[in-house]
T-cell receptor, first 116, second 114 residues
Framework: DTGVSQDPRHKITKRGQNVTFRCDPI?????LYWYRQTLGQGPEFLTY????????KSRLLSDRFSAERPKGSFSTLEIQRTEQGDSAMYLC??????????????FGPGTRLTVL | DAKTTQPPSMDCAEGRAANLPCNHS???????VYWYRQIHSQGPQYIIH???NNETNEMASLIITEDRKSSTLILPHATLRDTAVYYCIVRATLNTGTASKLTFGTGTRLQVTL
């Protein structure tokens, strides 16, 4: 059983550097979500893809953040010119195609980013 | 999405039932109640969800009051591995035109002890 995978699991970078994270969803899941979680808080929604289309972005997703899902499979989240406030756990989730009115999101293990 | 209220922490003895409450008094008719948990330094794990009726799966039971303004997650025989933060989330249906993202609060930290 292959769940959602994320790479890297940990990233330490210096302020001002660019970083990119990858998420591989569960096979054939057409919806993919990115969340961010800071210490002591619950995850916060960042953005959402249905297949390759980015359909929603949170106000948390500043201009320094960009996400892609070029072929509707894996996704990348890039942060440019990192700031110390970007230090957080970045979580990816995917959910399957459904004809119903709700679905279930399955989360990956997350990428922990530390900006020095 | 409706706001939920959960106690910040609870303790439970191993082998006993853990009953985690959640208030969602402003829930609307097209919103589901979802429960996730997060073990330290891991991604959230789906537990169960429901709309009106009580639900049970291999992990837990979900009891939703008739007026849907509150719910209780029941772990029938808690073990040490159930120590985690439990999140109660109210979520709109997919046909509302939004991503139906999950809006997490700060959850309940459940500590299972020997």
């Amino acid at each position: 059983d292959t769940g959602v995978s994320q790479d890297p699991r940990h990233k330490i970078t210096k302020r001002g550097q660019n970083v990119t994270f990858r998420c591989d969803p569960i096979s054939e899941h057409n919806r993919l979500y990115w969340y961010r979680q800071t210490l002591g808080q619950g995850p916060e929604f960042l953005t959402y893809f249905q297949n390759e289309a980015q359909l929603e972005k949170s106000r948390l997703l500043s201009d320094r953040f960009s996400a892609e899902r070029p072929k509707g499979s894996f996704s990348t989240l890039e942060i440019q010119r990192t700031e110390q406030g970007d230090s957080a756990m970045y979580l990816c989730a995917s959910s399957p195609r459904t004809s119903g009115v709700t679905d279930t999101q399955y989360f990956g293990p997350g990428t922990r980013l530390t900006v020095l | 999405d409706a706001k939920t209220t959960q106690p910040p922490s609870m303790d439970c003895a191993e082998g006993r039932a853990a009953n985690l409450p959640c208030n969602h008094s402003t829930i609307s008719g097209n919103e589901y109640v979802y429960w996730y948990r997060q073990i330290h330094s891991q991604g959230p794990q789906y537990i169960i969800h429901g709309l009106k009726n009580n639900e049970t799966n291999e992990m837990a039971s979900l009891i939703i009051t008739e007026d849907r303004k509150s719910s209780t997650l029941i772990l029938p025989h808690a073990t040490l591995r159930d120590t985690a933060v439990y999140y109660c989330i109210v979520r709109a249906t997919l046909n509302t035109g939004t991503a139906s993202k999950l809006t997490f609060g700060t959850g309940t930290r459940l500590q299972v002890t020997l």
